[in-house]
T-cell receptor, first 115, second 114 residues
Framework: DTEVTQTPKHLVMGMTNKKSLKCEQHMGHRAMYWYKQKAKKPPELMFVYSYEKLSINESVPSRFSPECPNSSLLNLHLHALQPEDSALYLC??????????????FGAGTRLSVL | GESVGLHLPTLSVQEGDNSIINCAYS??????FIWYKQESGKGPQFIIDIRSNMDKRQGQRVTVLLNKTVKHLSLQIAATQPGDSAVYFC?????????????FGTGTLLAVQP
């Protein structure tokens, strides 16, 4: 089973709203990732969690706040977003966060629209 | 800087034909590459990978070729089917062993015509 589950599939929010994206995997992976993908573009890394600790933040604005409650769950808390934040948000996991042959498995994503 | 890019943004093929998707990379020290397939409305799906100590690796209907001399790799899909319609990305994990930060290429849209 190489399944990464993301909820919700679609989300519409206003610029003053607070919402959260959720990601879950039961593969025993110890690294989890958030990516942002705009239409017709490749995914861009936002955050990396390794063993439940934030290891990489790609200079993401503070209106995006990641959280890793345990090794199977990853959240992305959203607050005061801008319309340009509308995108597909992808979660991925891998065995660990080391380089080399460490395949990342992706969820289907959450399609976010900010009005 | 390090970059991974594709020559052709869109490739249209007839069902049953073979498809070839190309990818160029700039870091001559890169030693591992991954191909992902992303269908409409889905996340990227791992297809096949290759290490730099190999020139060729075969999977089910897919073959990846690596030419280190010109820093180029290609994904070949045999007997292309409508279900192969998707965007294909090559990705280049880092070498330093410290992080698994994927660098995706631009992507190629493969459109299979019935």
């Amino acid at each position: 089973d190489t399944e990464v589950t993301q909820t919700p599939k679609h989300l519409v929010m206003g610029m003053t709203n607070k919402k959260s994206l959720k990601c879950e995997q039961h593969m025993g992976h110890r690294a989890m990732y958030w990516y942002k993908q705009k239409a017709k573009k490749p995914p861009e890394l936002m955050f990396v969690y390794s063993y439940e600790k934030l290891s990489i933040n790609e200079s993401v604005p503070s209106r995006f706040s990641p959280e890793c409650p345990n090794s199977s769950l990853l959240n992305l808390h959203l607050h005061a977003l801008q319309p340009e934040d509308s995108a597909l948000y992808l979660c991925a996991s891998s065995q660990d966060s080391g380089g080399g042959k460490n395949i990342q498995y992706f969820g289907a994503g959450t399609r976010l629209s900010v009005l | 800087g390090e970059s991974v890019g594709l020559h052709l943004p869109t490739l249209s093929v007839q069902e049953g034909d073979n498809s070839i998707i190309n990818c160029a990379y700039s870091n001559s020290a890169s030693d591992y590459f991954i191909w992902y397939k992303q269908e409409s409305g889905k996340g990227p799906q791992f297809i096949i990978d290759i290490r730099s100590n190999m020139d060729k690796r075969q999977g089910q209907r897919v073959t990846v070729l690596l030419n280190k001399t010109v820093k180029h790799l290609s994904l070949q899909i045999a007997a292309t089917q409508p279900g192969d319609s998707a965007v294909y990305f090559c990705a280049d994990p880092p070498l330093d062993g410290a992080t698994n930060k994927l660098i995706f290429g631009t992507g190629t849209l493969l459109a299979v015509q019935p």
